[in-house]
């Protein structure tokens, strides 16, 4: 017999009326999404180039300079006939993101991040597990939010582990957590919008808007205090039917080796995450795990033909022997033809990808910018 799952069907999409809201939150996404990407417009530039009529698009704008998110800057350089152009543009005072990044081998980050990625100010306070990670999660964003002197417009979280579309983590070995609600416990505490997702799928999307992902195909590993994935193809994040997607830290590659926070035994994580790594006194020892690594990857790599595949962590323990194996078995393990066009290669913890990626999911959840 069929089991009935309540699912939809793939393909299906609920059906119903638009609501007048919901235009005016697509007109006004379509607006500023044409500021971000090609910056300073006139009025009439941004009719032209969204389609939007002007009477639609002066009274957007409008909306926007009431909120502060933009401002006038005066007319477009050049002679011209007939009345000059005024440009409008992003405000240097518009909506700030709170970001934090739960990844980190030894320390939860935070930040105030601007609406073009760049991060203003940072904290941290160091890591533990279970309720005492969630009282850290708080104090830290109490901590960031008192030095804002902006509107903010959202808190974004990049956490390790298994993430539900609606930001509840449902597991998470490395910090002691289970189906913990998180993103409405910090909307209930702070009273502000609050988006919870996978480290390594945020610190992924951030690569590719803000860094030099491939947004054809994208591999990127973080290695933390574990070892996460987000895989990126055709410009979208994938997370699969078990949100999973990415989650490499848990192949075991050694039956025989130590137990997981997973429970597993001799994952990728157990000899790739960086609190082993540190430990690590030899170029040896750092190139099997890089090894190990490549062969893990290969199989990602070939059947999803991606070409762009980033480790992301810290530099002085990947950049060497570790990246070197790791290329040497892509190389080994997957067609010759793909292993000519894979490129693998470093990213440092310094570029703050998580940050930035839960600063980028805050952006397009809030006003539709991606």
């Known amino acids: 017999m069929t089991q009935v799952t309540g699912r939809p069907r793939a393909g299906r999409r609920p059906t119903g009326k638009v609501l007048p809201g919901d235009a005016r939150r697509h007109h006004r996404a379509l607006v500023l999404q044409q500021l971000f990407d090609d910056g300073p417009r006139s009025r009439a530039d941004l009719s032209r180039e969204t389609g939007l009529t002007r009477v639609t698009v002066s009274d957007l704008v409008a909306e926007l300079l009431a909120t502060g998110m933009l401002v006038e800057l005066g007319h477009r350089p050049g002679v011209r006939q007939g009345k000059p152009a005024t440009l409008v543009g992003l405000a240097d005072t518009a909506p700030v993101v709170i970001a934090l990044d739960l990844s980190g081998d030894r320390v939860l980050r935070g930040a105030v991040v601007d609406l073009h990625g760049e991060i203003l100010s940072a904290e941290s306070v160091e890591l533990t597990e279970g ?13 960031v939010r008192d030095g804002v002197d902006r509107v903010v417009l959202g808190i974004g979280i990049g956490a390790p582990g298994i993430i539900s579309h609606a930001g509840t983590v ?15 416990v910090v909307r209930g505490e702070t009273g502000l919008p609050a988006y919870v997702a996978n480290d390594a799928n945020m610190a992924t999307a951030a690569e590719t808007s803000f860094g030099a992902g491939d947004e054809a195909g994208l591999l990127l590993v973080t290695i933390g205090h574990g070892v996460g994935g987000g895989v990126l193809v055709d410009g979208r994040v994938l997370a699969g039917p078990l949100l999973s997607s990415g989650e490499i830290g ?41 090894q190990r690594l490549g062969s893990v990857l290969s199989p990602v ?29 892509l190389a080994h393990q997957t067609l010759p033809f793909v292993a000519q066009q894979v490129r693998v290669r470093v990213v ?8 930035k990626g839960a600063a980028a999911l805050v952006r397009y959840r809030e006003i539709g910018v991606v």
């Open 301 to 329: 790599v070939t059947v999803l033909g991606i070409a762009d595949v980033v480790l992301y962590g810290p530099a002085e323990l990947l950049d060497g022997q570790l990246l070197r194996a790791t290329q040497d078995a």
């Open 131 to 143: 309720e005492g990670a969630v009282a850290e999660v708080m104090a830290l964003i109490a901590r």
């Open 170 to 184: 449902l597991h998470a070995p490395n910090l002691g957590w289970s189906d913990l609600d998180l993103a409405e």
């Open 348 to 355: 440092p913890l310094e570029n703050e990808l998580v940050l």
């Open 250 to 290: 848990h192949v075991v590659v050694d039956p025989q080796g130590p137990t997981c926070a997973c429970g597993n035994r001799g994952c990728l994580e157990t000899i790739l995450a960086v609190p082993t790594l540190r430990r690590t006194q030899s170029g040896a020892e750092l190139a099997a795990a890089g």
